[in-house]
């Protein structure tokens, strides 16, 4: 497997019972359709941070992968004050 181009988005949909779904790059490109095929058996909410990474498998076909991130400051509500 060869590792490629990674980056940040947000989960559009995504089906815990297929493992697949799609994200919204942070660049604005157009969504792109995902697996999750770890054994860890994540489960990703719609509007929820992840990263993608596009990687190379048997046959050479190119698919992306997702996984989560820790967003420290997700939303500005939940950003601490300042004194």
């Known amino acids: 497997m060869q ?5 940040l988005g947000t989960v559009v949909w995504f089906s815990s019972v297929g493992r697949y779904g799609f994200v919204k ?3 604005g490109h157009l969504e ?3 697996r999750d095929t770890a054994q860890r ?3 990703y909410a719609a509007g929820e941070r992840v990263k993608y990474e596009f990687v190379t498998v048997k046959s050479n076909k190119t698919e992306a992968r997702i996984r ?3 967003d ?3 939303t500005k ?3 601490p004050q300042k004194s």
């Open 3 to 7: 590792k490629g181009r990674t980056g």
């Open 25 to 27: 790059p942070d660049t």
């Open 32 to 34: 792109i359709f995902v």
């Open 41 to 43: 058996r994540a489960v």
């Open 68 to 70: 989560k991130i820790e």
């Open 72 to 74: 420290r400051y997700p």
């Open 77 to 79: 509500s939940r950003r």
